[in-house]
């Protein structure tokens, strides 16, 4: 079993729908979960991140953590096609430094 | 402000060319970090300078040798790359320990080898 688990996609929508991306991991050290952003040919845009269970909200995302199951989530509310990119989840630990562990990502196609 | 700037944003290079690639962040930070992404794949870690000294090389071959001069600056130097070394090599940097380590990445620099 891989450390993290995420569905790669592509996950394609009509504009205005609610999206949820998910990922599973196995490591229980794991202190701080992140998810970020990537257009096609730029770097990742970190967009949420959390460092115990429950929700946080920002504007139109939110993300959800569940650290009994193992399992955390990013939902976005009335998508638009500028949502249309790849969301990398990301967990991780410090030690002097961050040590992250990335998702494949999910491939989001927003269609107007 | 949470920007990392990486230089250049495109490079090109032949098998026996020497280049570097620079990055920069001035957020105080005092983790810097290389990744190598090949398409529709995440990140992989390159090297992790922690306080300006080389905590983690993930076994890159000594083609890749990376330096940092101070806190702010991360350089990456290039020598007898092979074609498979082609990928976008992204900058990153964290506040170096803490539950809020977060990691900031820059744009990238995408790079060709011929």
């Known amino acids: 079993q891989k450390e993290v688990e995420q569905d790669p996609g592509p996950l394609s929508v009509p504009e205005g729908a609610i999206v949820s991306l998910n990922c599973t991991y196995s490591?229980?050290?794991?202190?701080?979960f992140m998810w970020y952003r990537q257009y096609s040919r730029k770097g990742p845009e970190l967009l949420m991140y959390?460092?115990?269970?429950g929700n946080k909200e920002d504007g139109r995302f939110t993300a959800q953590v569940d650290k009994s199951s193992k399992y955390i989530s990013l939902f976005i509310r009335d998508s638009q096609p500028s949502d249309s990119a790849t969301y990398l989840c990301?967990?991780?630990?410090?030690?002097?430094?961050?040590?992250?562990?990335f998702g494949k990502g999910t491939m989001l196609l927003v269609s107007p | 402000d949470t920007e990392v700037t990486q230089t250049p944003k495109h490079l090109v290079m032949g098998m026996t060319n020497k280049k570097s690639l620079k990055c920069e962040q001035h957020?105080?930070?005092?983790?810097m970090y290389w990744y190598k992404q090949k398409a529709k794949k995440p990140p992989e870690l390159m090297f992790v300078?922690?306080?300006?000294?080389?905590?983690i090389n993930e076994s890159v071959p000594s083609r890749f040798s990376p330096e940092c001069p101070n806190s702010s600056l991360l350089n990456l130097h290039l020598h007898a790359l092979q074609p498979e070394d082609s990928a976008l090599y992204l900058c990153?940097?964290?506040?170096?320990?803490?539950?809020?380590?977060?990691?900031?990445f820059g744009p990238g620099t995408r790079l060709t080898v011929l």
């Open positions: 990153a940097s964290s506040q170096a320990g803490g539950s809020t380590d977060t990691q900031y």
């Open positions: 490591n229980s050290a794991f202190q701080y």
């Open positions: 959390t460092y115990s269970s």
């Open positions: 990301a967990m991780g630990y410090s030690s002097g430094y961050s040590t992250l562990t």
């Open positions: 957020m105080g930070h005092r983790a």
């Open positions: 300078y922690s306080y300006e000294k080389l905590s």
